[in-house]
Protein backbone atom coordinates (compact mmCIF):
# COMPACT_ATOMS: atom_id res chain seq x y z
CA UNK A 1 0.00 0.00 0.00
CA UNK A 2 2.36 2.31 1.02
CA UNK A 3 4.48 1.59 -2.29
CA UNK A 4 1.13 2.40 -4.10
CA UNK A 5 0.76 5.92 -2.64
CA UNK A 6 4.14 6.63 -3.13
CA UNK A 7 3.52 5.73 -7.11
CA UNK A 8 1.10 8.30 -7.15
CA UNK A 9 2.98 11.12 -5.30
CA UNK A 10 5.18 10.89 -8.03
CA UNK A 11 2.98 11.10 -10.82
CA UNK A 12 1.47 14.23 -9.23
CA UNK A 13 4.45 15.62 -8.92
CA UNK A 14 5.32 15.19 -12.51
CA UNK A 15 2.28 16.77 -13.73
CA UNK A 16 2.09 19.79 -11.76
CA UNK A 17 6.11 20.16 -12.44
CA UNK A 18 5.03 19.93 -16.56
CA UNK A 19 2.06 22.00 -16.05
CA UNK A 20 3.54 24.84 -13.92
CA UNK A 21 4.43 28.33 -15.44
CA UNK A 22 7.93 28.13 -14.00
CA UNK A 23 9.21 25.63 -16.83
CA UNK A 24 8.33 28.21 -19.83
CA UNK A 25 9.41 31.12 -17.22
CA UNK A 26 13.08 29.47 -17.44
CA UNK A 27 13.34 30.73 -20.54
CA UNK A 28 13.44 34.28 -19.86
CA UNK A 29 15.10 33.64 -16.19
CA UNK A 30 16.18 37.67 -16.12
CA UNK A 31 14.58 40.86 -15.82
CA UNK A 32 12.30 41.84 -19.23
CA UNK A 33 13.00 45.01 -20.24
CA UNK A 34 10.71 46.65 -23.00
CA UNK A 35 11.98 49.50 -24.98
CA UNK A 36 10.08 52.78 -25.88
CA UNK A 37 11.94 54.10 -28.57
CA UNK A 38 10.72 57.40 -27.73
CA UNK A 39 9.99 59.80 -24.71
CA UNK A 40 7.17 59.34 -22.30
CA UNK A 41 3.71 60.04 -22.99
CA UNK A 42 4.11 59.00 -26.67
CA UNK A 43 2.09 56.60 -28.45
CA UNK A 44 4.70 54.05 -28.60
CA UNK A 45 5.68 54.66 -24.47
CA UNK A 46 1.90 54.08 -23.86
CA UNK A 47 1.79 50.77 -25.42
CA UNK A 48 5.12 50.09 -23.53
CA UNK A 49 3.84 50.82 -20.15
CA UNK A 50 0.52 49.53 -20.64
CA UNK A 51 1.73 45.37 -21.19
CA UNK A 52 4.62 46.53 -18.24
CA UNK A 53 0.95 47.18 -16.08
CA UNK A 54 -1.03 44.11 -17.24
CA UNK A 55 1.62 41.75 -17.16
CA UNK A 56 2.97 42.26 -13.89
CA UNK A 57 -1.02 42.53 -11.85
CA UNK A 58 -2.17 39.76 -13.67
CA UNK A 59 0.38 37.41 -12.93
CA UNK A 60 1.31 36.66 -16.12
CA UNK A 61 5.04 36.65 -15.57
CA UNK A 62 7.30 35.91 -12.68
CA UNK A 63 10.19 38.40 -13.15
CA UNK A 64 10.91 42.05 -12.79
CA UNK A 65 9.54 44.08 -16.42
CA UNK A 66 11.27 47.72 -16.68
CA UNK A 67 10.32 50.01 -19.42
CA UNK A 68 13.15 51.93 -21.02
CA UNK A 69 12.91 55.00 -22.78
CA UNK A 70 15.68 55.10 -25.76
CA UNK A 71 14.72 58.22 -27.64
CA UNK A 72 15.96 59.61 -30.74
CA UNK A 73 15.78 59.83 -34.58
CA UNK A 74 12.45 58.63 -34.80
CA UNK A 75 12.40 55.44 -32.63
CA UNK A 76 15.63 54.79 -34.51
CA UNK A 77 18.00 54.80 -31.45
CA UNK A 78 15.79 52.06 -29.47
CA UNK A 79 15.21 49.77 -32.57
CA UNK A 80 18.94 49.63 -33.09
CA UNK A 81 19.82 49.06 -29.40
CA UNK A 82 16.94 46.71 -29.46
CA UNK A 83 18.80 44.65 -32.13
CA UNK A 84 22.39 44.23 -30.64
CA UNK A 85 20.72 43.01 -27.74
CA UNK A 86 20.76 38.81 -27.20
CA UNK A 87 17.32 37.81 -25.16
CA UNK A 88 15.38 39.22 -22.38
CA UNK A 89 14.62 42.55 -24.31
CA UNK A 90 10.95 43.79 -26.32
CA UNK A 91 10.80 46.84 -28.67
CA UNK A 92 7.69 48.76 -29.26
CA UNK A 93 7.16 49.22 -32.93
CA UNK A 94 5.01 50.62 -35.87
CA UNK A 95 4.35 51.53 -39.41
CA UNK A 96 7.40 54.15 -39.05
CA UNK A 97 9.85 51.34 -38.85
CA UNK A 98 9.11 50.49 -42.15
CA UNK A 99 8.34 53.74 -43.55
CA UNK A 100 11.93 54.76 -41.87
CA UNK A 101 14.16 52.30 -44.39
CA UNK A 102 11.62 53.08 -47.52
CA UNK A 103 12.44 56.69 -47.46
CA UNK A 104 15.72 56.23 -46.83
CA UNK A 105 16.07 57.48 -43.63
CA UNK A 106 17.50 54.03 -42.08
CA UNK A 107 19.08 50.76 -42.77
CA UNK A 108 17.28 48.98 -40.58
CA UNK A 109 14.31 47.02 -41.89
CA UNK A 110 11.27 44.96 -39.55
CA UNK A 111 13.42 41.94 -40.97
CA UNK A 112 15.88 42.81 -38.71
CA UNK A 113 14.18 41.73 -35.99
CA UNK A 114 12.05 38.89 -34.25
CA UNK A 115 8.05 39.67 -34.83
CA UNK A 116 6.74 38.78 -31.50
CA UNK A 117 3.04 40.05 -31.86
CA UNK A 118 0.78 43.02 -33.11
CA UNK A 119 -1.40 44.69 -30.33
CA UNK A 120 -3.86 47.37 -30.97
CA UNK A 121 -4.56 49.91 -33.47
CA UNK A 122 -6.01 53.19 -33.07
CA UNK A 123 -7.04 56.55 -34.89
CA UNK A 124 -5.26 59.25 -36.36
CA UNK A 125 -6.94 63.21 -35.61
CA UNK A 126 -6.46 66.98 -36.73
CA UNK A 127 -5.96 69.18 -34.34
CA UNK A 128 -5.79 72.92 -34.17
CA UNK A 129 -5.35 75.33 -30.91
CA UNK A 130 -8.99 75.93 -28.99
CA UNK A 131 -8.76 79.75 -30.08
CA UNK A 132 -8.27 78.34 -33.85
CA UNK A 133 -9.81 80.24 -36.60
CA UNK A 134 -9.82 77.00 -38.00
CA UNK A 135 -13.28 75.60 -37.78
CA UNK A 136 -13.09 72.36 -39.70
CA UNK A 137 -11.00 69.83 -41.55
CA UNK A 138 -12.60 70.47 -44.86
CA UNK A 139 -12.16 74.02 -44.73
CA UNK A 140 -9.04 73.20 -43.63
CA UNK A 141 -8.05 71.64 -46.46
CA UNK A 142 -9.71 74.29 -48.99
CA UNK A 143 -7.46 76.99 -47.70
CA UNK A 144 -4.49 74.89 -47.92
CA UNK A 145 -5.04 74.26 -51.57
CA UNK A 146 -5.52 77.87 -52.07
CA UNK A 147 -2.45 78.55 -50.00
CA UNK A 148 -0.77 75.51 -48.91
CA UNK A 149 2.16 77.21 -47.34
CA UNK A 150 0.68 79.60 -45.28
CA UNK A 151 0.08 76.95 -42.85
CA UNK A 152 2.75 75.30 -40.35
CA UNK A 153 1.61 71.60 -39.83
CA UNK A 154 3.36 70.06 -36.48
CA UNK A 155 4.04 66.21 -36.63
CA UNK A 156 6.71 63.84 -34.20
CA UNK A 157 8.60 62.29 -34.29
CA UNK A 158 9.92 61.83 -37.81
CA UNK A 159 8.42 62.35 -41.41
CA UNK A 160 6.85 59.38 -42.72
CA UNK A 161 4.95 57.92 -40.05
CA UNK A 162 1.59 57.11 -40.01
CA UNK A 163 0.47 61.00 -38.37
CA UNK A 164 1.85 62.57 -41.57
CA UNK A 165 0.90 60.10 -44.17
CA UNK A 166 -2.62 60.02 -43.13
CA UNK A 167 -2.83 63.58 -43.70
CA UNK A 168 -1.12 63.55 -47.08
CA UNK A 169 -3.33 60.91 -48.37
CA UNK A 170 -6.22 63.70 -47.13
CA UNK A 171 -4.67 66.85 -48.80
CA UNK A 172 -4.30 64.19 -51.81
CA UNK A 173 -8.09 63.90 -52.42
CA UNK A 174 -8.65 68.07 -52.05
CA UNK A 175 -5.35 68.37 -54.64
CA UNK A 176 -2.93 68.89 -52.87
CA UNK A 177 0.86 67.62 -53.30
CA UNK A 178 2.66 66.14 -50.81
CA UNK A 179 5.52 68.56 -51.51
CA UNK A 180 3.20 71.68 -50.73
CA UNK A 181 2.96 70.76 -47.06
CA UNK A 182 4.71 72.25 -44.41
CA UNK A 183 5.73 69.77 -41.97
CA UNK A 184 7.43 70.98 -38.76
CA UNK A 185 9.25 67.71 -36.79
CA UNK A 186 9.35 67.87 -32.84
CA UNK A 187 10.22 64.71 -30.75
CA UNK A 188 6.95 64.10 -29.38
CA UNK A 189 3.25 64.83 -29.13
CA UNK A 190 3.83 67.47 -26.17
CA UNK A 191 6.00 69.69 -27.87
CA UNK A 192 3.78 69.54 -30.91
CA UNK A 193 1.03 70.72 -28.87
CA UNK A 194 3.25 72.94 -26.83
CA UNK A 195 4.26 74.83 -30.42
CA UNK A 196 0.67 74.44 -31.35
CA UNK A 197 -0.69 76.68 -28.36
CA UNK A 198 2.34 79.34 -28.99
CA UNK A 199 1.42 79.85 -32.52
CA UNK A 200 4.69 78.52 -34.04
CA UNK A 201 2.28 75.75 -35.87
CA UNK A 202 -0.66 76.02 -36.97
CA UNK A 203 -2.20 72.72 -37.34
CA UNK A 204 -1.35 68.58 -36.24
CA UNK A 205 -1.54 65.57 -36.60
CA UNK A 206 -1.34 62.60 -34.39
CA UNK A 207 -2.97 59.43 -32.86
CA UNK A 208 -5.95 59.78 -30.71
CA UNK A 209 -4.55 58.63 -27.53
CA UNK A 210 -1.53 61.67 -27.56
CA UNK A 211 -4.03 64.29 -28.44
CA UNK A 212 -6.95 63.50 -25.80
CA UNK A 213 -5.60 64.67 -22.94
CA UNK A 214 -5.72 68.13 -24.49
CA UNK A 215 -8.93 67.66 -25.66
CA UNK A 216 -10.03 66.73 -22.37
CA UNK A 217 -8.49 69.75 -20.63
CA UNK A 218 -9.89 72.26 -23.48
CA UNK A 219 -6.30 72.99 -24.75
CA UNK A 220 -7.03 72.29 -27.96
CA UNK A 221 -10.25 70.96 -31.09
CA UNK A 222 -9.95 68.35 -32.85
CA UNK A 223 -11.01 68.76 -36.31
CA UNK A 224 -11.72 65.34 -37.44
CA UNK A 225 -10.82 61.76 -36.97
CA UNK A 226 -9.82 58.75 -39.42
CA UNK A 227 -12.04 56.57 -38.24
CA UNK A 228 -15.39 54.86 -40.42
CA UNK A 229 -17.98 56.30 -38.13
CA UNK A 230 -18.37 58.96 -35.67
CA UNK A 231 -16.77 57.20 -32.01
CA UNK A 232 -19.78 57.29 -29.13
CA UNK A 233 -16.92 58.84 -26.36
CA UNK A 234 -16.29 61.88 -28.96
CA UNK A 235 -19.92 62.32 -30.45
CA UNK A 236 -19.06 66.23 -31.97
CA UNK A 237 -15.70 64.97 -33.71
CA UNK A 238 -16.53 64.00 -37.52
CA UNK A 239 -14.90 61.72 -39.52
CA UNK A 240 -12.87 62.50 -43.06
CA UNK A 241 -15.85 60.88 -44.69
CA UNK A 242 -18.07 63.63 -43.42
CA UNK A 243 -16.19 66.24 -44.40
CA UNK A 244 -16.22 64.92 -47.81
CA UNK A 245 -12.84 63.21 -48.13
CA UNK A 246 -12.98 59.38 -48.36
CA UNK A 247 -10.20 58.27 -45.91
CA UNK A 248 -10.42 55.69 -42.84
CA UNK A 249 -6.95 55.05 -41.64
CA UNK A 250 -5.35 52.85 -38.60
CA UNK A 251 -2.05 52.91 -36.96
CA UNK A 252 -1.21 49.83 -35.56
CA UNK A 253 1.24 48.84 -32.82
CA UNK A 254 3.28 45.76 -32.15
CA UNK A 255 6.06 44.18 -30.55
CA UNK A 256 9.17 42.48 -31.77
CA UNK A 257 12.32 40.96 -30.16
CA UNK A 258 16.20 40.94 -31.16
CA UNK A 259 17.31 39.17 -34.03
CA UNK A 260 18.01 34.96 -33.52
CA UNK A 261 15.34 34.73 -30.68
CA UNK A 262 14.72 30.97 -29.61
CA UNK A 263 11.47 28.61 -30.84
CA UNK A 264 10.96 28.57 -26.92
CA UNK A 265 11.50 32.41 -26.54
CA UNK A 266 8.78 32.56 -29.21
CA UNK A 267 6.72 30.22 -27.53
CA UNK A 268 6.65 31.64 -24.40
CA UNK A 269 6.13 35.55 -25.41
CA UNK A 270 2.98 33.85 -28.13
CA UNK A 271 1.88 32.45 -25.16
CA UNK A 272 2.12 35.26 -22.65
CA UNK A 273 0.67 38.11 -24.70
CA UNK A 274 -2.48 35.19 -25.76
CA UNK A 275 -3.27 35.51 -22.22
CA UNK A 276 -2.86 39.03 -21.78
CA UNK A 277 -4.98 40.10 -24.62
CA UNK A 278 -7.80 38.27 -23.11
CA UNK A 279 -7.48 39.61 -19.36
CA UNK A 280 -10.11 41.98 -18.33
CA UNK A 281 -7.40 44.70 -17.98
CA UNK A 282 -6.26 45.15 -21.25
CA UNK A 283 -9.90 45.70 -22.06
CA UNK A 284 -9.80 48.06 -20.21
CA UNK A 285 -6.81 49.59 -21.26
CA UNK A 286 -7.76 49.04 -24.97
CA UNK A 287 -10.98 51.22 -23.32
CA UNK A 288 -9.09 53.53 -21.74
CA UNK A 289 -7.02 55.03 -24.77
CA UNK A 290 -9.84 54.46 -27.60
CA UNK A 291 -7.19 51.47 -29.02
CA UNK A 292 -9.16 48.75 -30.96
CA UNK A 293 -8.05 45.07 -30.26
CA UNK A 294 -6.01 44.30 -33.35
CA UNK A 295 -4.13 41.08 -31.75
CA UNK A 296 -1.71 38.67 -33.67
CA UNK A 297 0.70 36.10 -32.75
CA UNK A 298 4.52 36.24 -33.88
CA UNK A 299 3.83 34.08 -37.34
CA UNK A 300 0.55 36.06 -37.89
CA UNK A 301 2.56 39.43 -37.05
CA UNK A 302 5.70 38.29 -39.46
CA UNK A 303 3.12 37.81 -42.10
CA UNK A 304 1.32 41.27 -41.40
CA UNK A 305 4.82 42.70 -41.93
CA UNK A 306 5.39 41.54 -45.01
CA UNK A 307 1.98 42.96 -46.51
CA UNK A 308 2.58 46.47 -44.31
CA UNK A 309 5.52 46.66 -46.21
CA UNK A 310 3.92 45.94 -49.84
CA UNK A 311 1.52 48.34 -48.70
CA UNK A 312 3.26 51.39 -47.73
CA UNK A 313 6.03 51.14 -50.26
CA UNK A 314 3.19 51.59 -53.04
CA UNK A 315 1.48 54.71 -51.06
CA UNK A 316 5.01 56.15 -50.84
CA UNK A 317 5.70 55.27 -54.35
CA UNK A 318 2.37 57.44 -55.46
CA UNK A 319 3.77 60.21 -52.91
CA UNK A 320 7.44 60.35 -54.78
CA UNK A 321 5.47 60.83 -58.26
CA UNK A 322 3.33 63.72 -57.56
Known amino acids: MRKKIIVIVMILVTLLTGCSP ?14 APSSMGGGWDLTARAMQDV ?8 EDIQVMNKIGAGGELGWKYTKQQKSHVLAINSSLLITNHLLGQSKITYKD ?13 VIVSKDSTISSARSLMNNMKEASHNFKIGVSPRLGNDDQLSFVLAGKQVGLKSDELDFYIYENSAQVVDALLKKQ ?3 ATMTLAEAKKYYDINQVKMLVISSDKRLKELPDVPTWSEEGIDLVFEHWRGVMGPP ?10 DTTFEKMVQTEKWQQ ?6 WKDFYKNSSETAKFLEE ?8 MNVNRED
Not at 55 to 62: A, G, K, R, V, Y
Not at 285 to 290: A, H, V
Open 55 to 62: LISENLID
Open 260 to 269: NMTKDEIQFW
Open 308 to 315: QDRMYEAL
Open 113 to 125: FTPIATLATEWEV
Open 201 to 203: IDV
Open 22 to 35: KKNQEVIANEVTII
Open 285 to 290: TLGKYM
